[in-house]
T-cell receptor, first 114, second 117 residues
Framework: DSGVTQTPKHLITATGQRVTLRCSPR?????VYWYQQSLDQGLQFLIQ???????AKGNILERFSAQQFPDLHSELNLSSLELGDSALYFC?????????????FGPGTRLTVL | AQSVAQPEDQVNVAEGNPLTVKCTYS??????LFWYVQYPNRGLQFLLK????DNLVKGSYGFEAEFNKSQTSFHLKKPSALVSDSALYFC???????????????WGLGTSLAVNP
């Protein structure tokens, strides 16, 4: 158990809908990262927050947005969902934003868009 | 541009034999290098990292990796493979000289390791 929690574990929804994925980092970790993992595209970094502020951005679509709240939990919002958004979404956390900090991953949310 | 390559999609090895999972990287400065493992239906787990110092890094579950600056490689190794080592392995690199958006980790596509009994 990494100490990172994600809810829900599974999510099934329809195209065009909007969903929110939630992540609670390990106690004391200030950075949160979001990743998308699919069979055809592998592990894709989406976005990083550090202590409430956006720190780095990856291949995140405009339909997706995220934020980190004062209690350091984070939410990833996915809107206007398409079939291709079906994937595993991972949250990870690290102590700080240092370049040598390892990341601790949650168990993931499996999103299925029908 | 920063990049990391895992040239083998899959590696097969017999239990008890040594294993190597390859990783090469390209960065403009000095790298921070990481290995993670993903077991089926689980999140990724940190195995080991190289930041500075000894080129041979020891990590979890008996794994080690050797940093080779001249060959820009960071291959993952284990002297004696176990069936339970079967998993997906990811290499990642971060450029020390990067700033802003360059702080993100660059991930390889992963190598599936199958250890046969």
């Amino acid at each position: 158990d990494s100490g990172v929690t994600q809810t829900p574990k599974h999510l099934i929804t329809a195209t065009g809908q909007r969903v929110t994925l939630r992540c609670s980092p390990r106690s004391g970790d200030l950075s949160v990262y979001w990743y998308q993992q699919s069979l055809d595209q592998g592990l894709q970094f989406l976005i990083q927050y550090y202590n409430g502020e956006e720190r780095a951005k990856g291949n995140i679509l405009e339909r997706f947005s995220a934020q980190q709240f004062p209690d350091l939990h984070s939410e990833l919002n996915l809107s206007s969902l398409e079939l291709g958004d079906s994937a595993l979404y991972f949250c990870a956390s690290s102590v700080a934003s240092g370049r040598g900090d390892e990341q601790f991953f949650g168990p993931g949310t499996r999103l299925t868009v029908l | 541009a920063q990049s990391v390559a895992q040239p083998e999609d899959q590696v097969n090895v017999a239990e008890g034999n040594p294993l190597t999972v390859k990783c090469t990287y390209s960065v403009s400065g000095n790298p921070y290098l990481f290995w993670y493992v993903q077991y089926p239906n689980r999140g990724l787990q940190f195995l080991l990292k190289y930041i500075t110092g000894d080129n041979l890094v020891k990590g979890s579950y008996g794994f080690e990796a050797e940093f080779n600056k001249s060959q820009t490689s960071f291959h993952l190794k284990k002297p004696s493979a176990l069936v339970s080592d079967s998993a997906l392995y990811f290499c990642a690199v971060r450029d020390l000289t990067g700033a802003g958006n360059n702080r993100k980790l660059i991930w390889g596509l992963g190598t599936s390791l199958a250890v046969n009994p």
